[in-house]
């Protein structure tokens, strides 16, 4: 079946670049997202990839895509501390009929000042 | 911020008594999904509803049901709560436009005793 794994942790300096990777098994993947949760909050969409993409950029954040490696990152420039939360990657492979996704576990992220 | 409203926020309650949860949306989005969130498991999909009547189960159904009479409220419910069901549930909401993107409710927290 469909998988998506994420590393539990990652702890950068404020102004340092964070890079927040992910990967997933389903090759059938049509769209990516990366979602950010702030404590006892929902869960914010921050942004998504289409699968025939390398590469997205909107204003701090990037997306890069290999596809062959099934392999996701997220990276935030100039990491704030305000940008401390968890951070989840989901894929849309295979239950295209619920327009479903798959979450990976998460991986939090804490900045320190 | 979708107009994606969830009660109660908070609950607890015993073994065995039945708990209905609400979601409320205002975006007049087709697609309504329930997820249950725990510690290492990322989000998990319970149920999802594609119209008004119309659902269907996720990974994770066994104990829970669904309702959605009005495209606007998707109901989930614990016929009779168990210790295991202690969690955070989240709604979703999706347009069913190809990207698939779903955005989220705050959350409700519901604890098992």
């Known amino acids: 079946g469909e998988d998506v794994e994420q590393s539990l942790f990652l702890s950068v300096r404020e102004g340092d670049s964070s890079v927040i990777n992910c990967t997933y098994t389903?090759?059938?993947?049509?769209?990516l997202y990366w979602y950010k949760q702030e404590p006892g909050a929902g869960l914010q969409l921050l942004t998504y990839?289409?699968?025939?993409?390398d590469m997205k950029q909107d204003q701090r954040l990037t997306v890069l895509l290999n596809k062959k490696d099934k392999h996701l990152s997220l990276r935030i420039a100039d990491t704030q501390t305000g940008d401390s939360a968890i951070y989840f990657c989901?894929?849309?492979?295979?239950?295209?009929?619920?327009?479903?996704?798959?979450f990976g576990s998460g991986t939090r992220l804490q900045v320190q000042p | 911020d979708a107009g994606i409203t969830q009660s109660p926020r908070h609950k607890v309650t015993e073994t065995g008594t039945p708990v209905t949860l609400r979601c409320h949306q205002t975006?007049?989005?087709?697609?309504m999904y329930w997820y249950r969130q725990d510690p290492g498991h990322g989000l998990r999909l319970i149920h999802y509803?594609?119209?008004?009547?119309?659902?269907d189960k996720g990974e994770v159904s066994d104990g829970y049901s669904v309702s959605r009479s009005k495209t606007e409220d998707f109901l989930l419910t614990l016929e009779s709560a168990t210790s295991s069901q202690t969690s955070v549930y989240f709604c979703?909401?999706?347009?069913?436009?190809?990207?698939?993107?779903?955005?989220f409710g705050p959350g409700t927290r519901l604890t098992v005793t």
């Open positions: 979703a909401i999706s347009e069913g436009t190809d990207s698939y993107e779903q955005y």
């Open positions: 389903d090759s059938s993947s049509t769209y």
């Open positions: 990839i289409f699968s025939n993409m």
């Open positions: 989901a894929e849309s492979g295979a239950y295209t009929g619920r327009r479903a996704l798959t």
């Open positions: 975006e007049n989005h087709r697609y």
């Open positions: 509803s594609y119209g008004v009547k119309d659902t």
